[in-house]
């Protein structure tokens, strides 16, 4: 039989080591992980649009960074607009074909990650069989639209740009 201070310390002994166990076993779990698994993936590296207009942010106002999540329903369309900001597009779900007027039409699809046009008017449309969801991000600046509405003739704004 132990001793009195020998049983208080095998009670705290018992009380201690499983969580220490535990702590040890997330650690070393965790750093097999990172020593494992790949890379993180890149979506998108680039210093130019999809039309290949080299990307330049507006000067002079404070930075502004806005992050949104826009849902198309099939055949559903944006209207005519321009982003006056560079924009960083991924597709999160479904199909969406841009018209870009005479440069051309471009279609993206899930998983896709596109620079957008920046000051050239275009107009997106769900061409998929269900919802598109597209996460937009604007790399504008306070008081600088990020985007334009334009009437259907694509070069006269309609209505206060969206911010």
């Given at each position: 039989m132990l001793s009195a201070p020998r049983q208080r310390l095998a009670r705290r002994a018992a009380l201690v080591a499983p969580p220490f166990l535990l702590a040890l076993a997330i650690l070393l779990g965790s750093s097999y992980r990172a020593a494992t698994r790949e890379e993180a993936a890149s979506l998108l590296s680039t210093g130019k649009?999809?039309?290949?207009?080299?990307?330049?942010?507006?000067a002079g106002k404070p930075a502004k960074v806005t992050a949104a999540i826009i849902t198309m329903l099939p055949g559903e369309a944006t209207g005519w607009h321009q982003h006056d900001v560079p924009m960083f597009d991924y597709i999160?779900?479904?199909?969406?074909?841009?018209?870009?007027?005479?440069?051309?039409t471009r279609v993206y699809r899930t998983g896709e990650a596109v620079m957008e046009a920046i000051a050239v008017a275009h107009n997106g449309r769900n061409t998929g069989s269900g919802p598109a969801r597209i996460l937009a991000v604007f790399m504008g600046a306070d008081g600088v639209p990020n985007t334009v509405m334009l009437k259907g003739d694509a070069s006269v704004p309609v209505q206060p740009?969206?911010?």
């Open positions: 649009t999809v039309l290949g207009q080299t990307i330049s942010y507006p999160l779900e479904g199909e969406v074909t841009v018209d870009y007027g005479a440069q051309g740009p969206l911010q």
